[in-house]
């Protein structure tokens, strides 16, 4: 759960920064607010984009566990 909280710190103290907040904004707009999938693509590019999202939303969690301090013990914290 350390290596967890220190992820967490890291990805906060990089993502607070104007900077930061700036790259953090682009990723979600480029990312987790466009399609996964467009009619006519095949199955595997749905899959290829959640896997992109899920970064993403990595992140997103990391901060706000890192701001509640939700953690606990035994459970997936993602």
Avoid: W
């Amino acid at each position: 759960m350390d290596r967890e909280k220190d992820f967490d710190a890291m990805v906060a103290k990089t993502f607070k920064t104007p900077t930061g907040k700036r790259v953090l904004e682009y990723l979600t707009e480029r990312y987790i607010k466009s399609p996964v999938c467009m009619p006519g693509r095949e199955e595997g590019q749905g899959y290829y984009r959640e896997g992109q999202n899920s970064v993403i939303r990595m992140f997103h969690n990391a901060i706000l566990r890192q701001e509640r301090g939700d953690y606990r013990v035994g459970e997936d914290n993602e």
